[in-house]
């Protein structure tokens, strides 16, 4: 049973690992931009972010998002904070594209992975997500909470893993491209984020 929890929990990972939203286009964005570093800075983020919300669902904390008004400020909440971050990012390529030839600045680290945990924490889906697999997960008989818990650490390190993967072949392609090819897919990135925050706000009503 034991193994079984582990193989099912290596089956969502990777599901969840191949899923595009707005901590993929993230973690692209900032792998290539900011260098591996600052892609698993926001992948660390991501990480903790994921697990405080198993752990909040595994508690039954969750079941506060179920009232209609609570699922409203969240998606008006999350879909503010992918615009801020997706308009920062369009408006710092254009203002990059004049600095040509002066070297890139120190990025904060510890601000990247705040960045990383709210944008995961903020979006609605990931949120209802993690509390439809701990219910289906929880559900089963057979499971003991050991068995839980290696279904979601087992889960939780694939999807880890692969992010960080991301974040270091961003990197690595990125340095193979032209700046202006850089630049433009930047812009098309910060973009994808200002559209899907405008789709949380307009969900959430």
Same mark, same amino acid.
């Given at each position: 049973?034991?193994?079984?929890?582990?193989?099912? *929990? &290596?089956?969502? =990972?990777? +599901? /969840?690992? @191949?899923?595009?939203?707005? $901590?993929? !286009?993230?973690?692209?964005?900032?792998?290539?931009?900011?260098?591996?570093?600052?892609?698993?800075?926001?992948?660390?983020?991501?990480?903790?972010?994921?697990?405080?919300?198993?752990?909040?669902?595994?508690?039954?904390?969750?079941?506060?998002?179920?009232?209609?008004?609570?699922?409203?400020?969240? *998606? &008006?909440?999350? =879909?503010? +904070? /992918?615009? @801020?971050?997706?308009?920062? $990012?369009? !408006?710092?390529?254009?203002?990059?594209?004049?600095?040509?030839?002066?070297?890139?600045?120190?990025?904060?680290?510890?601000?990247?992975?705040?960045?990383?945990?709210?944008?995961?924490?903020?979006?609605?889906?990931?949120?209802?997500?993690?509390?439809?697999?701990?219910?289906?997960?929880?559900?089963?008989?057979?499971?003991?909470?050991?068995?839980?818990?290696?279904?979601?650490?087992?889960?939780?390190?694939?999807?880890?893993?692969?992010?960080?993967?991301?974040?270091?072949?961003?990197?690595?392609?990125?340095?193979?491209?032209?700046?202006?090819?850089?630049?433009?897919?930047?812009?098309?990135?910060?973009?994808?984020?200002?559209?899907?925050?405008?789709?949380?706000?307009?969900?959430?009503?």
């Amino acid at each position: 049973m034991i193994l079984q929890a582990i193989l099912q *929990g &290596l089956a969502l =990972g990777f +599901i /969840l690992a @191949i899923q595009p939203g707005p $901590s993929f !286009f993230a973690l692209i964005q900032t792998g290539s931009k900011g260098g591996f570093k600052s892609g698993l800075a926001l992948a660390i983020g991501i990480f903790i972010s994921d697990i405080f919300c198993v752990v909040l669902a595994y508690l039954g904390i969750a079941q506060l998002f179920d009232n209609p008004q609570n699922k409203e400020y969240i *998606g &008006l909440v999350g =879909g503010g +904070i /992918l615009i @801020i971050f997706g308009l920062f $990012s369009i !408006f710092y390529e254009k203002k990059e594209s004049h600095e040509k030839g002066i070297e890139i600045k120190a990025v904060n680290l510890p601000l990247i992975v705040i960045k990383g945990f709210l944008l995961n924490l903020l979006n609605p889906s990931v949120i209802f997500l993690w509390i439809l697999w701990v219910g289906a997960v929880g559900s089963n008989k057979q499971f003991t909470h050991i068995h839980i818990v290696l279904f979601f650490l087992t889960t939780l390190c694939i999807v880890f893993i692969t992010d960080v993967a991301k974040a270091y072949y961003a990197n690595k392609i990125s340095q193979r491209l032209s700046h202006k090819i850089l630049r433009n897919f930047n812009l098309l990135l910060g973009v994808i984020l200002v559209v899907t925050g405008l789709v949380f706000i307009y969900r959430a009503f």
